[in-house]
């Protein structure tokens, strides 16, 4: 090969190697993209993460919707296992759908068929809702026909209102015909009633408007409370009078509220605040 010819075919191949190393403006367009995404995703900031909260599970709880006695210190340890129900590792029975324990140590549960049980005793059957006291071992309940029971006894049919007091292991409830009831007790008449949790001591209004605690009449009350932990009841008339039983408190009264342990505090008309 003459040196004009190598000449020639180097300045031939140079074109070719040329674009053999460099890049064309398609890929170079592709590769400043991807550049340009990384740097951007660097500087996005990053998504919060949620959090996931923890989860907790309480099996059957004792007593549900309500808060222990302050002094409740043998309340038993109730678990379930495959429908078997136990009281402090012991058996009691098979096929437990629900119960409740107490203070004193009892356990009333029930079985997928509606039978109760207190303990490993069998006292009623088809109980549409049972309620078991926090001491001793009073236990109410109504049955799928509408009758109360309180300890196995029969206390009345077609009940459609009815309080149990846990702390005092009484029933009070209206029959049929408007009569209020506490345990074997007839009050009166009805039109409202609220029990004192803690005492059992029931206030009521009739008909007329008139208020009473427990058997003894009050008077025409406009509004009024009952303490859950005291069963005192206060109660303001028509004309602003404030009363806390039979005995008038105060006049003028715009407001009253009776406090958890009993006391009475109210807003006279010109705004002071007065307690009793």
């Known amino acids: 090969m003459t040196q004009r010819t190598s000449l020639l075919a180097a300045v031939l191949l140079l074109p070719c190697a040329a674009f053999a190393q460099a890049p064309s403006s398609a890929e170079s367009l592709s590769a400043a ?28 709880p004792p007593y549900p919707g309500q808060a222990l006695p302050e002094n ?10 495959d429908g078997e129900i136990f009281k402090n590792g012991t058996s009691l029975g098979r096929d437990a759908s ?8 009892a356990v ?16 009623g059957d088809s109980a549409s809702r049972y309620e078991l006291s926090w001491y001793g071992s009073h236990l109410a309940w109504q049955d799928s026909s509408g009758d109360l029971f309180l300890d196995g006894t029969r206390l009345d049919s077609s009940v459609s209102d009815w309080t149990f007091v846990k ?15 506490r345990d074997g007790e007839k009050l009166g008449q009805a039109e409202s ?3 004192s949790a803690r005492t059992g001591v029931v206030a009521w209004t009739d008909a007329y408007g008139w208020l009473y605690r427990d058997s003894d009449k009050l008077g025409q009350a406009q509004t009024w ?31 009253f509220t009776l406090r958890e342990d009993g006391k009475l505090i109210w807003t006279d008309s010109w705004g002071d605040t007065h307690s009793a």
Request: proline content about 5%; glycine content about 10%; hydrophobic content about 40%.
């Open 33 to 60: 993209y991807a550049a340009a995404s990384v740097r951007a995703a660097a500087l996005r900031p990053a998504a919060p993460v949620r959090p996931v909260a923890a989860r907790s599970f309480h099996p059957h």
């Open 72 to 81: 409740c210190a043998n309340l038993p340890v109730v678990s379930l296992k």
């Open 98 to 105: 629900s119960y409740q324990a107490n203070c004193d140590g």
């Open 108 to 123: 009333a549960w029930q079985d997928s068929s509606g039978d109760l049980y207190l303990d490993d005793r069998r006292v």
């Open 167 to 181: 702390y005092t292991g009484q029933v009070v409830w209206k029959d049929g015909y408007g009569w209020l009831h």
């Open 193 to 195: 009633f609220a029990v």
């Open 225 to 255: 409370r009952i303490c859950d932990r005291t069963g005192d009841v206060a109660w303001l008339d028509s004309y602003g009078n404030l009363y806390k039983g039979a005995g008038q408190v105060a006049s003028g009264v715009s407001a």
